[in-house]
């Protein structure tokens, strides 16, 4: 056998959670709850296709999707982040300051190959998101949870970690977060960009579900507080245009930005052309408001659908939170019925979701009887269908 390197050891639980959500995902047989993957009509085809058919010839910008690229993206797709994405947001940063990345996850991996080595500390919000602590603990990064409540991350149990474990980087999803669907106030943003700045710590901003906004009121990203480049902003485009275009981005001060790019020439040089020309098309030919208005919609009434099922099936006593925006809500069931087992005995009933307790680094049994379930990819009689088996088997259980 194969001697494995020790990282392989270190990231065995939260990879077995993460196999297992893309496996439910890919059963036609299911109806999965599990994955946080677009509605199939929230996919621009026909658009994508035209776009494809117009400029991919020799004359117009064929060649330069199909060459070698520069590693930190295409230029007028990084502008399309600025100008677009970013501006509006109170972002104000240059085409420079942005790095087109193979997905939202690869700004994870980057960052931790320009700043952690094994050992080093990294906080996360309790419960977080498991693949990136998998990323994490390839790295072999010590996370440690930080308190969270129905406003998100705690800042005062925030700084206390900071004191206390001197961390290198604090990883946080400000908006609908991921796994539970809460949002970060303003004022707890402002705080966490600030801590970073007075403890020399990265904040590491995870904001991929911000634009899929059905309720509330937008708030800033946690980057714009940052007044000392502490604060380095991830996003994807997987949710506002196609996951496997694999396209994300990263913004960061310039001395991280340099070498995020060493790291990203070593790893695959630059990101697809291709899909970055298509992608900056998409937004540059004015398609991408409508397109929004369209995903909103859609997002929105399975969103209420969700609420209303999981109101409806699962049994009295169960909490859940009511999401502003995203594709996750998280659900509380009442007495001790552990979810990872019921996750097992799901599959008879052709019905999947992801179990609460993976969400949680510092274990002990926390979130044994919580469930993350996505509700983007499911269509609202599906929706209605599932959760009612859900709801059956939760009754047998209770019983």
Known sequence: MVRLAKRMETMEGSARIVRHLFSAMTDPEIISFGGGAPAMEA???????????????????GLEALQYNNPIG??????????????????????????????????????????????????????????????????????????????????DDAE????????????????FHNPTGKTLT???????????SQYDVLILEDDPYRDLRYSGEELPPIKVFDKTGHTVLANS???????????????AAPPIMERLLDAKTATNSHTSALAQVLC??????????????????????????MIDSIDTYLPKGTKRVFPDGGLFTWVELPGDINTTELLQEAAAYKVAFIAGEGFFVEGGGKGRNCMRISFGNVPPEKIRIGMERLGRLIASKMK
């Open 43 to 61: 996919l621009p085809v026909d658009i994508v296709r035209e776009i494809a058919n117009d400029v991919l010839t020799r004359d117009k910008r």
């Open 74 to 155: 295409l230029k007028d797709l990084r502008d399309v982040v600025a100008r677009i994405l970013l501006e509006p947001k109170g972002v104000h940063a240059e085409a420079d300051d942005i790095m087109i990345v193979n997905g939202g996850l690869e700004a994870m991996n980057l960052l931790c190959q320009v700043v952690i080595g094994p050992g080093d500390v990294i906080l996360v919000e309790s419960p977080s998101f498991v693949h990136c602590i998998e990323i994490f603990e390839m790295f072999q990064a010590h996370c440690v949870a930080v308190e969270t409540d129905e406003d998100g991350i705690v800042p």
């Open 160 to 175: 206390r970690k900071m004191k206390e474990y001197h961390p290198k980087m604090v990883y946080v999803i400000p908006t």
């Open 186 to 196: 303003r004022e707890r943003r402002q705080r966490l960009a600030e801590l970073g």
């Open 237 to 251: 485009f997987s949710k506002i245009f196609s996951p496997g275009s694999r396209l994300g981005y990263v913004v």
């Open 280 to 305: 900056a098309e998409f937004f540059k030919r004015g398609y991408f408001d409508e397109h929004l208005k369209k995903i909103r919609a859609i997002y929105r009434e399975r969103r209420d659908v």
